[in-house]
């Protein structure tokens, strides 16, 4: 099972790359070289908001992820001409606002707003990963929205539904038009998130008219439509389904992007001071100092579980013996989900007697089974409301274990054994993922918010591990020390991985090895991975490079500060930043 993270900001970077054409004009006014500096901040100010509104009118499923719903009833078609246009159109706005005369946050919502339309053009025009990747074509999440979000009453959603519904032939005929020589991978992926979209839109829907006071005539245009919808993604399934043969004989592109296009990838994404070979080495020398920990923490447990055997030989047996002896320790298959549930209250508690952070009490998690459509990326993630809506229910969707092949099941649940499922709400849940979206959702800065980086935030749910064991989680137990060093190794892996699978050609059998042989893996967790390395490009990165850039501020705060450093003063001034990238958040915290 991997862990990832679906939530508005994830969201946004892909609903990003659908803003279409007509965005409203907003001329701002030049701005003399003497304008003071608060008069630069508040035309500045005004633009942000101008370009905020253009973003989300032009990708209504992005309005929908940050909560605001007036264009519920939009279904956006991908148009890479009209996003080059619009980013060209804004980034010409944008020089309008020099750096110079702006406060400190403006100047990273400048660089943000930057990078953004930068990232957006070059996506477009050369990345055009809408042409490979059949899965990038995928209705599903905003129907899903408007079905559990009950911002409106129901009969107001079923109308955005209806009309929604309408544009979804048209939707699935532009996604027919635009693809250009996919890969097997994603083609792959597209058919199995697709028969997710049919799923959503036959039962739900019915379920959710059957609730409905609407007049019979709606519900029927209602039924036609859906039933029209099925259709239309059926037949995107069939033309998936019959390239599949040509696919599997040399007709396919490569999922692997090269180091041409990783390397700007990277610099969209990530955002960070390191170049990708950088980050690279660095994850390989931090592989190699948790083997030698692992090590003494194996030769100081062995007598407890082996008291009969003597140690072996070499460094990597005694560990992944040891290694295999704790993951006997797992909850049953039926009890997954409901013991996640019941792990997050004790988080919370144990968050709040040590003053790491300040919890918002008011704030929903609520844990359920991942819905079908998006199943099959991430076993574990959160869905967070948004700037827009913040009381919003948050979901931490896991995906169930039950309906798995037995041997599968047990697979995962030893990965997630007694200490790394643990582990793992404290990634998700609190005090990480969902509790730094808490906060970036009252960040001041909505552009924080919106264009959030994705190293900040999952290197805040690395470092939110980290730090939980510093307080004592788990009692300082030289196991639960292991079981944290092999994940923290599965961090450094994923950068590895990346970087190998898509500037080195590492092969499934070298992946395989270093997941298995040198992290420790789990079959079932090393196969996702795998499977994960090929769809995904970057993202596995993001984890390490974030984590190590958090940590290395904290430590550096600290040795500054001395006497004066407050860990819980420290935790909730870098989440007040919002998911601005750790650069900019390091330049604000060191001034
Ligand atoms: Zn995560
Ligand atoms: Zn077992």
Redesign the pocket.
């Known amino acids: 099972m991997k ?3 679906r939530h508005s900001v994830a969201a946004a970077l892909i609903a990003s790359l659908f803003a279409a054409a007509q965005a409203p004009t907003a001329d701002a006014a030049p701005i003399p070289t003497t304008t003071p500096i608060s008069r630069a901040d508040a035309s500045f100010d005004a633009f942000k908001q101008s370009l905020v509104e253009a973003m989300l009118a032009q990708n209504p499923d992005w309005a929908l992820q940050v909560g605001q719903y007036q264009h519920a009833p939009r279904l956006a078609i991908p148009d890479a001409t009209a996003d080059i246009a619009f980013a060209q159109k804004w980034l010409g706005q944008l020089a309008r606002h020099p750096v110079g005369q702006l406060s400190e946050s403006n100047r990273v919502d400048r660089a943000l707003i930057d990078n953004h339309l930068r990232g957006l053009q070059w996506y477009r025009s050369q990345f055009r990963n809408h042409e490979w990747d059949p899965s990038e074509w995928n209705v599903g999440e905003g129907f899903s929205l408007l079905l559990t979000r009950d911002y409106a009453p129901l009969d107001a959603r079923l109308m955005a539904i209806s009309a929604r519904l309408a544009q979804v032939p048209a939707y699935y005929a532009a996604a027919q038009r635009s693809l250009r020589r996919p890969t097997l991978e994603h083609t792959r992926l597209a058919i199995g998130q697709s028969n997710g979209v049919l799923a959503l839109l036959g039962e739900p829907i019915e379920s959710a008219l059957g609730q409905s006071s609407l007049p019979d005539e709606h519900k029927a245009t209602i039924r036609a439509r859906a039933s029209a919808a099925r259709q239309a993604v059926h037949a995107w399934i069939a033309q998936l389904e019959a390239s599949l043969p040509q696919l599997e004989n040399g007709g396919a592109r490569s999922f692997r992007i090269g180091p041409a296009l990783y390397a700007r990838k990277f610099a969209y994404d990530i955002q960070t001071d390191l170049t990708p070979t950088q980050l690279y080495r660095a994850a390989l020398a931090e592989k190699d100092r948790l083997h030698a920990k692992m090590d003494t923490l194996a030769a100081q447990l062995w007598p407890k579980y082996f008291p009969e055997q003597p140690l072996p030989a070499e460094r990597l047996d005694r560990i992944r013996h040891l290694i295999e002896k704790l993951s006997d320790q797992h909850v049953a298959a039926a009890d997954f989900v409901s013991e996640v549930k019941r792990q997050i209250p004790q988080l919370e508690a144990w968050v709040r007697d040590k003053d790491l952070l300040t919890l918002d009490a008011d704030k929903p998690l609520r844990v359920r089974e991942t819905p079908l459509h998006k199943r099959g990326v991430a076993g574990a993630s959160i869905d967070a409301p948004g700037p827009f809506d913040p009381a919003a229910t948050t979901w931490y969707n896991v995906d169930p274990l039950d309906e798995k092949p037995a041997a599968e099941q047990e697979s995962t649940l030893r990965e997630y054994n007694h200490w790394m499922l643990q582990i793992l709400n404290i ?2 849940a609190v005090p ?2 969902y509790t730094q979206l808490v906060y970036a959702n009252r960040s001041p800065s909505v552009i924080k918010s919106l264009l959030g980086n994705g190293a900040m ?2 290197g805040w ?2 470092y939110a591990e980290r730090m939980m064991l510093e307080s004592g989680w788990g009692g300082g137990a030289p196991e639960m020390e292991l079981i944290y060093a092999k994940w923290a190794l599965r961090v450094a892996c994923n950068t590895i991985l990346d970087y190998g699978v898509h500037n080195l050609g590492m092969s499934e059998a070298q992946a395989m090895q270093l997941l298995r042989d040198e992290a420790f893996q789990q079959e079932a967790e090393a196969n996702e991975k795998w499977q994960r390395a090929q769809l995904s490009q970057v993202q596995l990165s993001s ?1 390490y490079s974030g984590f190590a850039s958090i940590y290395r501020l904290r430590e550096d705060l600290r040795t500054r500060d001395g006497e004066r450093f407050s860990l819980k003063a420290f935790h909730e001034r870098f989440l007040g930043y919002g998911s601005a990238p750790v650069k900019y958040i390091r330049q604000m915290m060191l001034r």
């Open positions: 862990h990832d993270i990634h998700e990480g993922h935030i999952e749910a690395v984890y």
